[in-house]
Structure formats: C-alpha cells, structure tokens
C-alpha cells in the first residue's frame, strides 16, 4: 500500500495564520487532510489542492465560534481592518462629492502628466535602441593628429575588418527611401533604416522573434537583398502578420525579401525601421556599382570578443589603418584608429536628449509635487474639520498608528481611483504627445512594463505622500481638546504653517511651469520672425530620383544639361540652380573651425548662380566663373560674418581661406583614395544666410563651385515667382518627360524652415499645457482649502462683525491671509526659474534672455489672479455671512 | 443570527447530521451535504453551520476517544439533539402543506 499524502505544506502554514483557534486547529488539520486524502484518491491531485485551498481560505474568512476572537498582530486583521478603513473612506467620500471629485481629477491629470512624460523619456533615452552591452561596442574613428572623423569609405572598413582579430568590426550606413509592402500601395514618405555589414545583428546583441537576423553570407545577395524588419515596423505596416517571414516588401528600387523580425525595442542606430545589407545599397537607389559601395561613407563600430582590451584592439586597428593606401601625405600625420565607447552606436542621439530628458524629469516632478501638494490640501483642510472624530477615535481607544493608517488608506484609495482615470487620459495623450514632439517614426511609443512600474510607484507614492501629510499634522493631536468642542483650538499654529507650505509649494511650480512656458512662447515667436538672408518662399528643392538611364557621372551629367534649360523656360520659373547642400533640406556639411571657441562654418558647393536664385546679395569681389568650375580651381565665396571675423576692416577678396577652418578631403584622381583638398583663396563675399540649425543661427559660410564630377550629389534648386499656381506640378512633370521612370520628390524650403521653427513651439506647447494644468490644480486646491478655512473661522468673523467691522475689511483680512503664502509662492518659483531658465533650457532658446521680464511678470499675473478668484468666491460667502446666526449657530 | 429559525444551509447540515446518524463528524457531513445538493461545500461552512445549530441547542458536539487512524488524537462527533428533531420534523411538516396546496391547486 502506498503511502499516504500528508497534508501540504503551504495548506498548514495558512491554517496556522486562520481565526481558528488554536485548540481546534489539530482537529480541523485532520479534518482538512483526510478530505484532502480522500479527493486526491477519487478526483485526481488538482482537485483535490484546489479544494483544499479553497477550504483553507473559507476558514479564514467564515465567523463563527470555533473562531478565534481577533487579535491586532494577524496579518489578515490588518488586511479586514484596511477593508474596514477603505468602507469607511467610500462613506465619507460619499458625504463629500466634491471634494472627492475635485481631488480625483486633480489627481488624475497629474498621474496623466506624469506617465505620458514618462513613457516619452522612456521610448526616448531609457530604452535605448536596444544595444546589448553597449559599454563593449565603442565607435571606430578615424584619427590623425588634427581630426576625427566617424565615416570612414566603405573599402577602408573592409581592410579593417579582415585585420581585427581582437574585436568583431562591422560598419552601419542609415538612409532614407520610399517603402511599399504591397504592390497596391502608393509610396508614402520614406522610411528611415539601416545598411549594416553581415555581422550587426551578432554585434550589436540584436536578437528576433521570427526568422533570422542578418549574416555574413547575406552580402552576396546585393540583387535580391534579404531584410530584417524592426517590431514597429511589422506591427504598423504588416500588421502583425504572422506569415511575414518571406513576404517581399519593396524598398526604393528593388524587392527584398523578409528573412526576418526584430524584438521589441532593438531600433539601433537611430531609430531604424529595418537593416539591408551594405551590399544593397546601389540595388535601392540603383546608382553605378563603384559609386554606389566603394566610396560609400559608413559608421564603423565593433563589439570586443570577450577577453580582449580596448587599448589591445586600438592598437591593432591602428596598425592596420596606417598601412591603408591614399590619405597619408607628408603634412599630414599618418591615420590612427580610436576605439570611443562614447562614440559607439546610439549614444550620439542619446547626449542631444540630455537637456530634454532634465526637463522632463523636472517636469514630472513639478507635476507630482503639486498633485501630492493638491490631494494633501485637500485632505488636511478635511481633516481639520474632522480632527474631532479623530479625538473621539482616539479616545476610544485606537492608537495613533491606527488613526495613520485610516488616513493613508483614504488617500490611497484616491489615489488608485485616479491612477485608473489618469492611465486611460495617458493612453489618449502619448500618440497626440508623440506627435507633437515629431517623434520618428520608428520610435516605439506604447506604454511598457517599466511605465506601468512607475505609475504604479507614482500612485503609491502620491498616495502615501498626501496622506501623510494630514497624519503630520494630527500628530500632535491629543485626546481631550477636540472633543470640547470647536473654539478651543482656533490658534493653534502648526496646521496653519503646514497649510502655508503647501500653497506656497503650488505657487512656486506653477509660476517656474508658466515662466518656461512663456519663454518657450517667445522663442517659437522669435523663430518664427528669424531672419534667415534670404526669401525662403517659393523656393523648392527637386530631388530628380532617376532611373538607372541616367546613373552614374555621366547619366546625371546629360540629365542636369537637359533638364535646367527645360525647367528655366516653364513661365513661372524665376531661377534654377544646383548646390550639394540646399538650404533646410534633410542634412548640412559644417566644419568646425580650429579655434578657441570653435565656431560652426557651414561648407556648401555650389553653381555660380545659387546666389542669385536664393537672393543673396553680392557685397564684394564675383561669383565663379565657368571656366573655374570646369578647371576645379580652387575658389570659394565667404560670407559677410566670416569675412569681418578673419579679415576685420580690409577685403578679403585675394586671401587663402584661414588654416583654422577645416575642409574636408576630395577624392584623388581615379576615384579610389582621398586627398586633402587645396586652400582655395577668396574671390567673393555674399550676404549672411542661416541655411541650416535654425536655434545655432551661425551665419559662418564658405562656398565652393560645384565641379562637374559632384553633381551627381547636387540638389537643383527652383525658385518659383510668386503668382502662377501649378508650377511646381509642371517641374514634376517636365522632369518625368525627360526620365519617365524618375520618383520625383519635391520639397518646399519654406516647409524646412517651418519644421526648424516649430521646435521651441512645441516645447512651449508641452510646457504651456503642463502649466495650466499646474494652475488648475493650485486653483482647486487653493479653493478648497480657501473655503474650508473661512468656515472654519466662521465664528471669529461673527464675532467679528458684532464688533463693528464692515463685510469689506472682512473680504480684505480673509483675502490677505490667504493670499500671503501665494505671495511667498511666487517670489520663491520666480527665482527658481531663473536657476532653470539658465541651466537646462538655455541652449534651445533663440536668443530669448532667460531673464525675461514679461514672461516673468506675465506668469506672476497669471498666478496671483488665478489665486485671487480662487480665494474670492468661498471669501465672498463667509464676509457677507449674518453674524447673529452664526453666534447663534455655535 | 437567526434565532431559533433555521437557514437553508443549516437545515441541510442539521438533516446530514441525522441522516448519518449519531457519532459522525465534520468529515463525513461536508462530503454527504455536497452529494445531495450536488454544489461544492467548503469545510469552513460546514464548521461555522454546526457551530451555529450547535448554539441554538439542535445539535449537540462531545470529543470521541482517541482514534489510531487519526494519530491518537480524539475527534468531535456530533449528534441531534430531540429539539433538533422536532425543528427538522416540523420544518418538513410545513413545506408538505404548502406543496399540497400547489398540487391541489394544480389540480382544480
């Protein structure tokens, strides 16, 4: 015979913490395991464990006289009281639907606040894109004694790799191109993603959850290239589609095929939405095959095989860049390699989020201080009306302790009940968030684990927070005074000054909230009125997208000789030119000069009537000639700015551009190798224009003629007259007319501009929001307590007015009271502000001073009239009050 | 509490605790109330049910001697008291009439 099973473990410990008594407990043991022996036997294990818990809990709960009577060490006491405590707080909310409604919606709109903030941050720096180890994964750059740079040509990082054998080398290229994943689909904008070497995925850590990730063998495959999707993509464009493994999407010009699905989260670099080989490359954009891979410029990067040193692998690329053909010249120091963890994939995005990631931390905590600060007013003005059933509750015998915790359990369940309201208002206000802060489009913005780890952490801690804080306050509280009945604390002056903490806590965030706002506001007006040197209206940049017909130097040579003329001689048409850089489109060539502070020189190659087509006027020397451009002699036009830096009070037209302004090296004869390029000498000064980095605004320019050899990287660049409509659609066309198969994509200067603009205006728009919300919620909770004070003084203004005083000194005494701390408030938020406005926010401002009169002045008003209406109303009430019947009341 | 009226669930365990007759235990009446009303009974129920008709004198409870099967240990045994009885014999008199007046009713 088998033994029999004994009673389990967990079953026992739980009757021991049941109401049984203790000289019962044996029996209902034997009770309980004999009908677990028998159900086991009859039923199977499950039901019977089933039923035994089941059994278990019933003793717990079931009253009757084999019971225990309750003592106050039992943890299930505890939890029966804290539901005694909860019905109670139901009750008393019920008797005050006001304030249950004012503290809720308070409370909900900062627990709102608080997670969409947080699940932005959180999509935006603590996610990260998904690098596993990232310390391990430094940058590869490209070093000589004068400069670093982070691309190196696509051949370079092939010899790199094949001499590493201390760390995995692979190199990254991110691009944009127009996406269909069927046929059906017209082309939306393009979509950003990656061109990784095989070895990324195993590099980077990148792990999927369907398919395959990409390998080695992969870059063979440059005609049908395989391509692995991110989570958002297959989430937003397929669906979710289980079969996508093996679906082909089309990806600028080719047809690639699914091979897999990345996990949630991994977006790496900069927030890609799906990673081709490199070898890709020239079948997307179908450009010629050595233009399109040799010389193509990739982010290199390696993970470090596990016992290896970052000085040990430093050294080792080191030798192997020396030895690289082309760009060691004589003045110039021969090439190292400097492995930067700090350099290393995603970390250039994260240190611009810096700045943001502080503000949103401080406005997370401005929100949650003053939530904490609003439920807390709320529940200390109440319970200062109830400090008698405190007394009585005491008197009965319950410990302080207990009093305590009756208070947090009230605040809690507030709490919870917003936490609830507040989550659904996040999941509406993140996407409306994500889009007001133009977050790309891969970033994936859904609330995660994390943010449902900190509302949960908020909620407990606005929780306890707030109910803490009339618990503080009835410390104090002692038996006997409150049960004499009201009058006979009428001075006592702890509440008061906890009271006064919290208004003045309230004022002080709302003000810094409204000063940031304002100064956001003047900003976004500031950029919109900036001055930028030239009409951006009307001037467009033609992005040809040719077919392979016209690829390489020369298709693109024959189509810009036909294509300008043709494009001149639409009626409308006030200038066509052609640049490498157009001004605002999606990049900038910029140097930065060799010099303390260095300063930001925009580089741009241009056609010799760029100046003219953008309107930029000539001040001194000429523009290129043709037979410059053609001969690549080395010339350029500087702007007014750089020419008073560097040559203050004489012409510069004759000079050799200064050493300190760095240019970049040209490709040598042949194609394959760099050189550094000739100083040019200056033949020309144009006026100042921003082209790029609206909030920089740095007017430092060099031009350099456009040689044939690089228009295959130039942008033309129309300006439209103002009054004819339908020009731009005649560009398209005449476009198309010459190359049928060419994805024309037409951009408005104007729109680039505004895109830049728009960047303080929607942090004055977050700001803004949060600020009156912050207002709001001082509002409510000045007005609570504003109004529970005055009735709480009700007798003294009786008395008051039986002495002689008029309903007006009355309004003037309640007001001052309550007002005073709203004073405090303000001065103390407004030099907050000042410390914030320097720190966190200075570098985003378009020359708006963070010191700022008006918007200081402005939020000052804004506050104290607010405050003044809040107090206003219940004050009105209690100074026209007749005194014979409160005297009588009481 | 109920008095000296009986709730549903109380009728059952007193009538389980007759039908089993005397010397039964707390065991054997969860396992009978459940085949008969054929819905799972907890045994805390059944405790809190014999405890209560234990107070209003329908049953009555003493401690058998020690029992081997259960390690030595003595178990409460249960038995129904006369009044118990009556309660039981009168409860079923009345739902006998009120059944009758629907069959007859049926029947006109």
Redesign the interface.
């Known amino acids: 015979m088998t033994r029999e099973p004994s009673l389990p473990r967990a079953a026992q410990w739980l009757l021991r913490l049941s109401r049984v008594a203790p000289d019962r407990r044996?029996?209902?043991q034997?009770?309980?395991h004999?009908?677990f022996v028998?159900r086991r036997t009859n039923r199977g294990v499950a039901h019977a464990h089933w039923?035994l818990y089941?059994?278990v809990?019933?003793?717990?709960?079931?009253?009757?006289?084999?019971m225990q009577i309750p003592t106050p060490s039992s943890t299930l006491t505890l939890l029966r009281d804290a539901r005694g405590d909860l019905r109670y707080a139901m009750r008393l909310f019920a008797r005050q639907p006001g304030i249950l409604l004012l503290t809720v919606v308070g409370l909900s709109l900062g627990v709102a606040i608080a997670t969409s903030a947080f699940s932005i941050m959180n999509a935006a720096v603590l996610r990260g894109e998904g690098i596993a180890d990232p310390d391990r994964v430094p940058g590869v750059l490209k070093t000589t004694d004068r400069a670093v740079w982070n691309a190196w040509q696509y051949v370079e990082f092939l010899q790199l790799r094949e001499g590493s054998t201390r760390m995995q080398v692979e190199a990254v290229f991110t691009d944009g191109a127009p996406v269909r994943t069927t046929a059906a689909e017209s082309d939306g904008p393009s979509a950003r993603f990656g061109f990784v070497s095989g070895g990324f995925f195993t590099a980077t850590g990148g792990r999927v959850i369907a398919g395959r990730p990409l390998e080695r063998a992969d870059e063979a495959h440059a005609d049908a290239p395989p391509v692995v999707v991110s989570f958002v993509f297959w989430t937003s464009r397929l669906n979710r589609d289980p079969q996508a493994v093996g679906r082909t999407i089309r990806v600028g010009r080719t047809t690639a095929t699914i091979v897999g699905v990345a996990e949630r989260g991994f977006s790496v670099p900069n927030n890609s939405l799906f990673w081709m080989p490199l070898t890709a490359y020239r079948t997307v954009y179908s450009t010629a095959p050595a233009k399109g891979t040799v010389d193509m410029p990739v982010q290199v990067f390696g993970r470090l095989l596990p016992d290896a040193s970052l000085t040990e692998a430093e050294a080792q690329l080191s030798a192997v860049a020396a030895a690289l053909p082309g760009i060691a010249t004589d003045h110039q120091s021969k090439l190292r390699v400097r492995l930067d963890p700090h350099a290393g994939l995603g970390r250039v995005s994260s240190s611009n989020t810096i700045a943001i990631t502080a503000f949103v931390f401080a406005v997370i905590g401005l929100v949650l201080l003053l939530t904490c600060a609003n439920v807390a007013t709320v529940l200390v003005s109440s319970a200062i009306t109830r400090e008698r059933e405190m007394g009585v509750r005491a008197a009965l015998g319950a410990s302080r302790w207990r009093i305590v915790r009756q208070l947090v359990t009230e605040s809690l369940a507030l709490g919870t009940v917003a936490a609830a309201i507040g989550l659904v208002f996040a999941y509406w206000a993140i996407p409306t968030i994500g889009t007001m802060i133009e977050a790309p489009e891969g970033v994936d913005l859904a609330p995660d684990l994390t943010v449902y780890l900190f509302l949960g952490i908020v909620t407990l801690i606005s929780g306890i927070g707030a109910g803490l804080a009339p618990a503080w306050h009835s410390r104090g509280a002692d038996l006997v005074t409150p049960l004499k009945g009201e009058g006979a604390h009428q001075n006592r002056l702890a509440p008061r000054r906890l009271r006064s903490m919290l208004v003045v806590t309230q004022a002080a965030a709302s003000v810094l909230l409204i000063v940031l706002a304002t100064l956001f506001v003047r900003a976004a007006f500031r950029a919109s009125t900036i001055d930028v040197g030239f009409n951006a209206t009307g001037l467009y940049v033609v992005s040809p997208g040719l077919s392979d017909a016209f690829s390489g130097e020369t298709g693109m040579r024959s189509f810009w000789a036909r294509a300008i003329p043709e494009l001149q001689a639409i009626p409308g048409i006030a200038a066509v030119t052609l640049a490498e850089m157009p001004p605002f489109g999606d990049g900038y060539k910029s140097a930065l000069t060799r010099e303390a502070p260095a300063r930001v020189v925009y580089l741009n190659r241009t056609r010799a009537d760029y100046f003219d087509t953008l309107g930029l006027r000539m001040i001194d020397g000429r523009t290129y000639t043709a037979g410059e451009i053609a001969a690549k002699a080395p010339v350029a036009l500087v702007s007014e700015s750089l020419a008073r830096a560097y040559w203050p009070g004489q012409s510069p037209v004759g000079q050799t551009l200064p050493e300190a302004i760095p240019l970049p090296p040209t490709l040598a004869k042949g194609g394959k190798s760099l050189v550094p390029s000739p100083r040019p000498s200056v033949i020309g000064v144009v006026a100042d224009a921003i082209t790029a980095n609206l909030h920089e605004a740095s007017a430092f320019a060099v031009y350099e003629p456009l040689d044939p050899s690089s228009e295959i990287f130039a942008r033309l660049i129309v300006r439209v007259a103002p009054g004819p409509t339908g020009v731009v659609q005649q560009v398209s066309q005449r476009v198309r007319s010459i190359d049928p198969q060419a994805d024309v994509r037409i951009a408005s200067v104007a729109a680039g501009l505004q895109q830049e603009a728009s960047r303080p205006r929607m942090l004055a728009t977050i700001t803004g929001t949060v600020g009156i919300i912050a207002i709001i919620l001082s509002v409510i909770g000045l007005y609570g307590l504003t109004a529970s004070v005055v009735g709480q003084r009700a007798r003294e203004m009786g008395v008051r007015v039986a002495m002689g005083a008029e309903p007006g000194d009355l309004l003037r005494l309640l007001m001052w009271d309550s007002l005073r701390p709203v004073a405090l408030g303000l001065v103390l938020g407004a030099g907050l502000a000042l410390l914030a406005g320097r720190v966190v926010v200075a570098a985003m401002f378009f020359g708006v001073s963070p010191h700022d009169p008006t918007a200081f002045l402005g939020a000052g008003a804004i506050v104290i009239v607010a405050a003044a209406l809040a107090v206003l109303v219940p004050t009105r009430r209690a100074a026209s009050v007749d005194a014979a019947f409160i005297l009588r009341q009481s | 509490m109920k008095g000296e009226r009986l709730g549903e669930f109380e009728e059952f365990t007193l009538l389980a605790v007759a039908a089993l007759g005397d010397n039964t235990y707390a065991v054997p009446i969860q396992q009978y109330v459940e085949k008969v009303t054929g819905r799972a009974v907890s045994i805390g129920s059944i405790y809190a049910a014999l405890a209560r008709l234990e107070e209003k004198g329908f049953v009555r409870s003493t401690m058998s001697e020690a029992i081997a099967q259960r390690g030595g240990k003595s178990k409460r045994i249960y038995t129904v008291t006369p009044a118990g009885l009556r309660t039981a014999r009168d409860l079923h008199r009345v739902r006998e009439r009120m059944w009758n007046a629907i069959v007859q009713a049926g029947r006109s």
């Open positions: 044996d029996e209902v034997h009770d309980l004999e009908l028998h039923r089941h059994d809990a019933s003793l717990c709960l079931q009253a009757g006289s084999i």
